[in-house]
C-alpha cells in the first residue's frame, strides 16, 4: 500500500486503524488502515464484495469490528451507538419514510434531537434550499423522482450539520445524465459545508469526477490511497492499474536502467529507477500512444469502435500482444485489418 500526498497526515478528522471483520470464513476487512482529513471528501472503490459497505458500517456503527478502532476529532467511538455518532448517511435504496412529507422527512434527526420548532422551520429551509427542493415540502416521497428523492436524503443527511457524511452509492439507481449532475452537486454542497466525507462506489468514473482522494479497496484490503491522478497515472499494481482506467499490462525485467525486457525479447524505454533486475509491471494507457515515435508496436487492427471524440482500437501485434489504443476521432474510422505503427513516450509509460 502507498500513501499518497494530501493525505492530511497530522489533522486526520477521521481515522481507522487496523479494522478487521469476518464473517463466517469470509475476511471482509482484513485489518484496513486510513484517515480522512477535516473537508476531505475520500471514495472508496472497489468491486462488489470487496468490503466497502462494510467499512462503512463500522464506521457509522452498524456493524462492530472484531480488531481495530475508530476515532472522529480524536475521540474514540468503535463501541458507540450509531445514534450517538453524528453521522449523517444517504444509501443507494433512498429509504425515506415513505408516509412522511418531504419536510417531516428532513425534519427527522432534528426532531431526534429535541430542536425547538422555530429552528427546525428554519433549518428544513435551508437544507431543502441546499439541494434545490425549497417548494417541495408537503410532497410525499412517492411524488418524486429518483433524483429528488436522493436530494431530500441528502437534505436530510446533512441538516442536523454532522461532523462526518457517508454516502454509499447514492445515486447507483439514477440514469447517467442525472449521476452526473448529482455527482456535481455533492461535491459544491461537501466543499461549501466543509464536510468530512466518505463517498462509496464501484464505478471508477464517479471517483475520478468526486474525489479529494480514493482509496481502492480489493479482498477487504486497500491497494493504495492517493489523489485521484496519482491513482490514474501511478497505480501502485496490477489491480489498480486494472481496475481504474483502461490499461496495458504487461511485466518485464530491467534489463538496464530505462530499459525494460518484455517476455517476447523486445525492449521497452521507460523513465523509471528500477535497479536492473527488478520484476516489473508496465502501465500504458491507451490515449498515451501516438503515431511513429519512441517504443513502436506495430499491429493489426482486429477491432474498431467510435466513441464520438475518439476511436478506440483493439491491436494484435507482432508477438502475439494485444493492445488498446485511443486515438482522437479525425477523418473515417480506421478498418479492420489495416496495419498500423504506434509508438508511445517513455514518460508516458509507468512502471511498477
Ligand atoms: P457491493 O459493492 O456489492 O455492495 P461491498 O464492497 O460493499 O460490495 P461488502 O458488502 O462490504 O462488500 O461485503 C464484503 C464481504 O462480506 C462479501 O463477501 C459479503 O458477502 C460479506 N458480507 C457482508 N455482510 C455480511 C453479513 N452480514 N453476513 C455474511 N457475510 C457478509
Redesign the pocket.
Known amino acids: 500500500m502507498r500513501t499518497g500526498k494530501g493525505s492530511g497526515e497530522g489533522s486526520a478528522e477521521l481515522l481507522i486503524e487496523g479494522v478487521a471483520k469476518r464473517?463466517?470464513d469470509?475476511v471482509?476487512l482484513d485489518h484496513v488502515s486510513l484517515q480522512v482529513a477535516q473537508g476531505e471528501l475520500l471514495t472508496i472503490l472497489?468491486p462488489?464484495?470487496?468490503?466497502?459497505?462494510?467499512l462503512l458500517k463500522v464506521v457509522a456503527g452498524f456493524e462492530t469490528p472484531d480488531a481495530g478502532r475508530v476515532t472522529v476529532g480524536g475521540a474514540d467511538i468503535t463501541s458507540l451507538p450509531p445514534a450517538r455518532r453524528d453521522i449523517g448517511m444517504v444509501f443507494q435504496n433512498y429509504a425515506l419514510f415513505p408516509h412522511l412529507s418531504v419536510k417531516a422527512n428532513v425534519a427527522f434527526p432534528l426532531e431526534m434531537r429535541n430542536v425547538g420548532k422555530a429552528e427546525i422551520d428554519r433549518r428544513v429551509g435551508e437544507a431543502l434550499a441546499m439541494v434545490e427542493l425549497a417548494g417541495y415540502e408537503a410532497r410525499l416521497p412517492k411524488q418524486l423522482s429518483g433524483g429528488q428523492q436522493q436530494r431530500v436524503a441528502l437534505a436530510r443527511a446533512i441538516v442536523f450539520n454532522p461532523r462526518l457524511l457517508l454516502l454509499d452509492e447514492p445515486f447507483g439507481a439514477l440514469d447517467r445524465k442525472l449521476r452526473e449532475t448529482m455527482q456535481l452537486e455533492v461535491r459544491r454542497l461537501q466543499r461549501r459545508l466543509g464536510l468530512t466525507t466518505i463517498f462509496i462506489t464501484?464505478d471508477q468514473e464517479e471517483a475520478l469526477v468526486l474525489s479529494d482522494r480514493i482509496a481502492v479497496m480489493n479482498k477487504g484490503a486497500i491497494q493504495q490511497i492517493a489523489t485521484t491522478t496519482e491513482i490514474y497515472e501511478r497505480p501502485a499494481n496490477d489491480f489498480v492499474a486494472d481496475f481504474v482506467g483502461e490499461s496495458n499490462i504487461l511485466h518485464g525485467t530491467m534489463s538496464a536502467p530505462g530499459l525494460v525486457a518484455l517476455p517476447d525479447g523486445r525492449k521497452l524505454m521507460v523513465d523509471s529507477e528500477a535497479a536492473p533486475g527488478a520484476r516489473v509491471g508496465v502501465l500504458m494507457r491507451p490515449e498515451r500512444f501516438a503515431p511513429g515515435g519512441i517504443n513502436e508496436f506495430t499491429g493489426e487492427i482486429v477491432e474498431a469502435v467510435y466513441l464520438g471524440t475518439s476511436f478506440k482500437l483493439r491491436l494484435a501485434c507482432e508477438g502475439g500482444q494485444e493492445l488498446l489504443v485511443r486515438q482522437p476521432a479525425r477523418g473515417p474510422l480506421p478498418a479492420a485489418g489495416t496495419t498500423i505503427t504506434v509508438g508511445i513516450d517513455p514518460e508516458a509509460i509507468h512502471v511498477f
Open positions: 464473517f463466517g469470509v471482509a472497489g462488489s464484495g470487496s468490503g466497502k459497505t462494510t464501484h
